[in-house]
């Protein structure tokens, strides 16, 4: 199973992706803002990130793009998958979210079910 990073700013959707990830065996490491999900990054990169997209100070576009400029490190041969969350999906949004090296940018309220399907197609290797 994969080690997986959530940084949600809300507990309720952050326990929700946090319940769904260890359902299916995942090591979670699980934060509320940005900057302490790009520690949580340095210290024990991962091969998901699951990001809110609009979280206050710095926001989960910054930690992807934070995430992609830095690469991984040598303990981590592969490139982690990223995927933002957003209530917004208004093109520009979505545009700034996948420039910034997200694989996948999901609209909120999002289905359990198929949230759970692009965290597995992320997981299997199918990173565009």
Same mark, same amino acid.
Do not use: C, N
């Given at each position: 199973?994969?080690?997986?990073?959530?940084?949600?700013?809300?507990?309720?959707?952050?326990?929700?992706?946090?319940?769904?990830?260890?359902? =299916? &065996?995942? !090591? $979670?490491?699980?934060?509320?803002?940005?900057?302490?999900?790009?520690?949580?990054?340095?210290?024990? @990169? #991962?091969?998901?990130?699951?990001?809110?997209?609009?979280?206050?100070?710095? =926001? &989960?576009? !910054? $930690?992807?793009?934070?995430?992609?400029?830095?690469?991984?490190?040598?303990?981590?041969?592969?490139? @982690? #998958?990223?995927?933002?969350?957003?209530?917004?999906?208004?093109?520009?949004?979505?545009?700034?979210?996948?420039?910034?090296?997200?694989?996948?940018?999901?609209?909120?309220?999002?289905?359990?079910?198929?949230?759970?399907?692009?965290?597995?197609?992320?997981?299997?290797?199918?990173?565009?």
């Amino acid at each position: 199973m994969a080690r997986v990073l959530v940084a949600e700013a809300d507990d309720d959707i952050r326990d929700l992706i946090v319940w769904l990830l260890e359902r =299916d &065996g995942h !090591e $979670v490491d699980a934060v509320a803002d940005g900057t302490t999900a790009l520690e949580h990054w340095r210290r024990s @990169p #991962a091969e998901l990130a699951v990001l809110d997209a609009r979280m206050a100070g710095l =926001d &989960g576009v !910054e $930690v992807a793009r934070t995430i992609r400029r830095h690469g991984t490190d040598q303990a981590q041969q592969s490139r @982690p #998958a990223i995927v933002l969350l957003s209530t917004s999906l208004a093109a520009d949004d979505v545009e700034r979210g996948l420039a910034a090296g997200a694989d996948e940018y999901v609209g909120m309220p999002f289905r359990v079910r198929e949230l759970g399907r692009t965290i597995g197609r992320l997981l299997e290797g199918d990173v565009a």
